[in-house]
């Protein structure tokens, strides 16, 4: 149980606990930009090509 103790003390002391927690932030930061940005170019291309396919079938049609 000592060792256990002993153990906690120094990650707790270390600093690699804070530099874990501070690069899974980032990380978590930089997930939610990549999924918003991917969200936004799929919205925009959908709206693009649904443009240009009513513009084609506009002109097919005539």
């Known amino acids: 149980m ?3 103790v ?3 003390k120094r990650f707790l002391k270390s600093e690699d606990g804070p530099t874990a927690v ?4 980032m990380l978590a930061l ?3 930009v990549c999924l918003t940005a991917i969200s936004t ?4 291309a959908s709206t693009t090509f649904k443009s240009v396919g009513d513009k084609i079938g506009s002109t ?3």
């Open 41 to 44: 170019i799929g919205t925009n």
């Open 30 to 32: 930089i997930v939610v």
């Open 60 to 62: 097919t049609s005539s």
């Open 2 to 4: 000592k060792n256990l």
């Open 22 to 25: 501070e690069y899974a932030v």
């Open 6 to 8: 002993l153990s906690v």
